[in-house]
Structures are given as structure tokens and as C-alpha cells.
């Protein structure tokens, strides 16, 4: 009893099909495909690999029935080996993967939503929302502030906010000064100060004493004005000169 293979080749072959017995292992499924198809290459170096479309590649020794779901066809895929290389493929993939992580950026306020809004429109409305929420923290946070500020005020100036007997003021506080040597240079300072205040005054006074009376020298003045308006307004004679008549 036999079963149909087909085979989906690579270019330049076509779709393979094959007749084979169940009793077949899979490793020689291929010996038969060479044997009906004399063009294919020689796979002595398993260049050319026999899979199922899906699922794992069987061992050699796997019967050719088992791969049969209940039917007569089995639908198997030819392709090449591709020597693999010398390695560190893994090695570049990660220090690529640090180049892109390196200059990669978190700012994306210029991207849009769904809904065509921008990334910064959408953050600046949550922390105006989350600014409006926290307002009566902030009120409540400076009646503090200022209620404290208040009685530290209260305690410098000695007044009890609740009524109960009475501190003494630390602003207000008396203190004695000692310091003699001070208190009578300061006392000199004051007597010389209303000395040269009182000497300014009585020289004013005499300097008043000394000067004419505004009214006389006015007097003086208008005068001398009027003596020279009158110079300048009186016409000189005129003598007559004699021309002698020529002989």
C-alpha cells in the first residue's frame, strides 16, 4: 500500500510528486525523489533538507505512515541549507541595540493621540487639573504660614492670644545702659551742636545790623538813573563855523 508525496520545490523545479510505500522512512524519501527526478542536485552533503510545512523537522528513522493524517497525501517542502557564518551576530545585534537606546528620546509632546489632540495639549490639561484639585491645600498651607507668623509676632510683643495672665514683651524689653564714658561724650556732642547753632545765628544778626536799609539804597539808585537819562537827552549846541570865501 502506497501514498502520494508532494513536493514544493525550489526554483528552478517544480512541484515534485512522488509515490511511496508507508513502510518508507523519511530519511529515504529523498533517494526516491532523485531517482524520479535525475536533475536534482546530489545531496551527499545534505545541502538540500526534506521538512513539513509546519512543525519540526523527523529524525531519518521516522516511518512515512506516521506523518499521514488520515489521508493518502503528504504535502513536504524542499529547500537549501544556509551555511551559517563565523558568529557574533548576537554581539552586533546588541551594540546596536545600545546605539538606538542612546539616542533614543523620551520627548514626544509633539506626537498626537487617536484623536489628532497633541501629547502636550493632553499633559498641560492634567496639570492644570491636578493644580485646581491641590488649590484648597495651598489656601490652607498659607493661613498656616500666616497664622504662625502671627504669633510669633504675639510672643515677641508680650500679648496672649488666649488671655490667660500676661508675658513679658521680649521686643519691648528695658535694658540700663552703663557705659558712662558714652553717655558723656554724647552729652558734648549735643552742647557743641547748639553751640555753633546758637554763634550761626548771632553773626546773622549782626551782618543784618551792619547793612543798609533796603529802601535807601533804592532811593540812591533811582537818582543816579534819572541824572543819567537826563545827560543823554540834552542836544549839545551847535557852533557856527566861518568858511572864508576864496579870492
Not at 524520479?36 to 552533503?45: C, G, I, T
Not at 529524525?59 to 513536504?76: I, K, N, Q, R, V
Not at 557574533?88 to 514626544?108: C, D, E, I, P
Not at 552729652?187 to 557743641?192: G, H
Amino acid at each position: 500500500m502506497s501514498a502520494t508525496v508532494l513536493v514544493s520545490a525550489f526554483h528552478p523545479f517544480s512541484t515534485l510528486t512522488l509515490s511511496a510505500p508507508l513502510q518508507t522512512q523519511f530519511g529515504d524519501l529523498y533517494d526516491l525523489l532523485s531517482e524520479r527526478y535525475p536533475n536534482l542536485p546530489n545531496n551527499e552533503s545534505d545541502i538540500l533538507v526534506l521538512s513539513p510545512h509546519s512543525g519540526r523537522i523527523p529524525t531519518p528513522e521516522t516511518p512515512f505512515s506516521s506523518l499521514l493524517d488520515g489521508s493518502d497525501l503528504l504535502s513536504l517542502r524542499l529547500s537549501p541549507r544556509l551555511p551559517g557564518g563565523k558568529g557574533g551576530f548576537g554581539s552586533q545585534l546588541r551594540a546596536a541595540g545600545g546605539r538606538m537606546s542612546s539616542q533614543k528620546t523620551s520627548n514626544n509632546d509633539s506626537c498626537r493621540d487617536l484623536s489628532g489632540r497633541r501629547l502636550s495639549t493632553i499633559k498641560e490639561a492634567k496639570r492644570l487639573a491636578e493644580y485646581i484639585e491641590s488649590e484648597p491645600e495651598r489656601k490652607k498651607a498659607q493661613l498656616e504660614a500666616k497664622k504662625a507668623k502671627l504669633e510669633a509676632l504675639e510672643k515677641k510683643l508680650g500679648i496672649n492670644p488666649n488671655g490667660e495672665g500676661s508675658s513679658e514683651p521680649l521686643a519691648g524689653k528695658k535694658h540700663r545702659l552703663d557705659d558712662t564714658e558714652y553717655v558723656e561724650q554724647s552729652r558734648e556732642l549735643v552742647d557743641n551742636v547748639k553751640s555753633a547753632v546758637t554763634a550761626a545765628m548771632l553773626k546773622k544778626k549782626k551782618k543784618a545790623k551792619i547793612s543798609p536799609p533796603p529802601a535807601e539804597k533804592t532811593a540812591t539808585e533811582t537818582t543816579g538813573a534819572a541824572a543819567a537819562a537826563e545827560k543823554i537827552e540834552t542836544p549839545t549846541p551847535v557852533q557856527p563855523v566861518a568858511v572864508a570865501a576864496a579870492t
